[in-house]
């Protein structure tokens, strides 16, 4: 909230400093000011904000397929969700003990 005060609002901040990419959006403050105002007038649809918070709860990577596998290669990290409960064991490969 202090940020966007001081991004949108010229609400002066000691220990904020303008970060080039905004510095950049336009060669006025005005002009700055309404340009990142206009990035918070839509609202966000109620999927997408769930979808960024199961992910954000579940350290999970949130985007396409092609983007998930690129960070699994990169971090050897699983991006997506498991499923649930323990993995089945082939009937083969089990190992019975009878009393």
């Given at each position: 909230?202090?940020?966007?005060?001081?991004?949108?609002?010229?609400?002066?901040?000691?220990?904020?400093?303008p970060?080039?990419?905004?510095?950049?959006?336009?060669?006025?403050?005005?002009?700055r000011?309404?340009?990142?105002?206009?990035?918070?007038?839509?609202?966000?649809?109620?999927?997408?904000?769930?979808?960024?918070?199961?992910?954000?709860?579940?350290?999970?990577?949130?985007?396409?397929?092609?983007?998930?596998?690129?960070?699994?290669?990169?971090?050897?990290?699983?991006?997506r969700?498991?499923?649930?409960?323990?993995?089945?064991?082939?009937?083969?490969?089990?190992?019975?003990?009878?009393?």
């Open positions: 909230m202090v940020r966007y005060a001081f991004h949108a609002q010229s609400r002066s901040d000691t220990l904020i400093t970060h080039p990419l905004y510095l950049a959006i336009a060669n006025t403050t005005a002009a000011q309404h340009a990142y105002r206009e990035l918070f007038h839509h609202h966000m649809d109620g999927t997408l904000l769930h979808d960024i918070r199961e992910a954000l709860n579940q350290e999970l990577v949130l985007g396409r397929d092609d983007f998930k596998d690129k960070i699994e290669q990169m971090t050897k990290r699983q991006t969700k498991g499923q649930a409960g323990r993995p089945c064991i082939e009937e083969s490969l089990g190992v019975y003990y009878i009393d």
